[in-house]
């Protein structure tokens, strides 16, 4: 008959919205397990420089404009310098870190791009004594490039860029971004005391456990981002 029809048909329709609604919720509990399983080395690493991290630029070459972009994350931003001048960024952390990697960014197409450029650091500032971790050479392309820095050092607060060359012959030169990776003070003397504990191998020399609990201990007392 009609109703039974109808009702058939109502039944039909309810089951068929359930089964729909169950799909979609094992769908985002799936979707929300593979976010929890994410590999660690997908995770988004911590960059040192960057405003929200308390960073500043503390000095520039003096024809550079909106080189403070340089620490915010936003592609629509960027440092700009005639490409015929000297261009160098002199970048202030909030915390001493023993840097390991080093990200260049640009998103910007009608500019000439960065080729040649050196990164060196220093414990204070002002200073005339600067570090080099090393001479690297970007690829022109637009979007992030990750460049390691095997160069051992320890632990600093100020690094200064130098751009020294570039692609292209246009009269401006532009950057969109600096990203500095890297291990804090205190993350670093917890792996050394992971390695001085009993039964630990590839022990470092240097620093007795003594010295490194206590100088742990202290700087803990101040805070700081393992």
Not at 143 to 150: H, M, S
Not at 193 to 220: D, H, I, N, R, Y
Request: proline share 2%; hydrophobic share 35%; aromatic share 8%.
């Amino acid at each position: 008959t009609a109703v039974a029809d109808e009702l058939v048909s109502g039944a039909t329709e309810s089951t068929s919205t359930i089964t729909s609604e169950e799909s979609a919720a094992a769908a985002a509990m799936d979707e929300h397990d593979d976010e929890d399983n994410e590999p660690v080395s997908k995770k988004k690493t911590f960059n040192f420089a960057s405003h929200d991290a308390g960073a500043i630029v503390l000095d520039k070459a003096g024809s550079a404009r909106g080189f403070g972009n340089l620490l915010d994350d936003d592609k629509d931003k960027y440092g700009i310098s005639p490409c015929s001048d000297k261009k160098w960024v002199v970048i202030g952390l909030s915390e001493d870190i023993v840097v390991k990697s080093v990200v260049i960014a640009n998103y910007e197409k009608y500019s000439s791009m960065l080729n040649e450029f050196a990164v060196l650091a220093a414990t204070s500032y002002p200073t005339e004594e600067w570090m080099n971790l090393g001479v690297y050479n970007a690829a022109p392309y637009l979007g992030e490039q990750t460049f390691n820095v095997t160069v051992a050092t320890t632990h600093t607060r100020y690094l200064k860029f130098r751009f020294n060359t570039h692609y292209d012959n246009d009269a401006l030169c532009t950057l969109s971004q600096i990203k500095v990776h890297g291990t804090t003070v205190i993350a670093s003397l917890q792996q050394e005391l992971a390695a001085a504990a009993p039964g630990a191998t590839g022990k470092k020399a240097g620093s007795s456990k003594g010295e490194l609990l206590q100088v742990f201990e202290q700087l803990s007392g101040g805070g700081g981002r393992g």
